[in-house]
């Protein structure tokens, strides 16, 4: 038996005796089709269990399979709901993309005052790619609104030109 093989059985035995953290390292690994072929249905399966449990992890890649129908069918509902109890645990990707999904309108409301205050937020947890976003909702409220809603959140609006422009 490979050393992979091994570690998929190894994780197997922990996520049948209830640990979430190997549930979603299973998950991961029976998705990409480390040591065996790809099960997405096993891993939906999983990650569905590990996310409910809270490991914010799951919660966000459930979420992006939803997004991209990949291994369930696609709903921007889905994708919004795991997103957004990934984003509550603090998961700085999560955030990220849950501002994305405001500034979209994909399964929520499209507002771009939540866009501009989550995409910082994430910024600020130290998600570096966020600027994109920033500098695209910034364009739409402008500055005053931009600095309102940093002030909010303690901190002032990074320059618009700093980033290059684009959407999630």
């Known amino acids: 038996m490979g050393q992979g093989t091994a570690r998929n059985a190894d994780l197997s035995v922990a996520a049948q005796n209830g640990d979430l953290t190997a549930m979603y390292e299973l998950a991961m690994r029976l998705r990409l089709g480390i040591e065996d072929d790809a099960q997405p249905e096993a891993a939906v399966a999983l990650l569905t269990h590990a996310a409910r449990g809270g490991v914010a992890d799951a919660q966000l890649e459930l979420a992006m399979m939803y997004a991209a129908g990949d291994g369930v069918p696609h709903s921007d509902d889905h994708a919004a709901h795991w997103i957004g109890r990934a984003a509550q645990s603090g998961l700085p990707r999560a955030i990220y993309w849950l501002a ?20 910082l937020s994430a910024r600020l947890a130290g998600f570096s790619d966020a600027g994109g976003i920033l500098d695209a909702t910034a364009q739409y409220l402008g500055a005053d609104r931009c600095a309102e809603i940093a002030g909010e959140l303690g901190t002032t609006p990074p320059p618009v030109w700093e980033h290059e422009v684009s959407a999630c």
């Open 100 to 119: 994305c999904l405001h500034f979209e309108g994909a399964g929520v409301t499209r507002d771009l005052d939540q866009a501009y205050r989550l995409c």
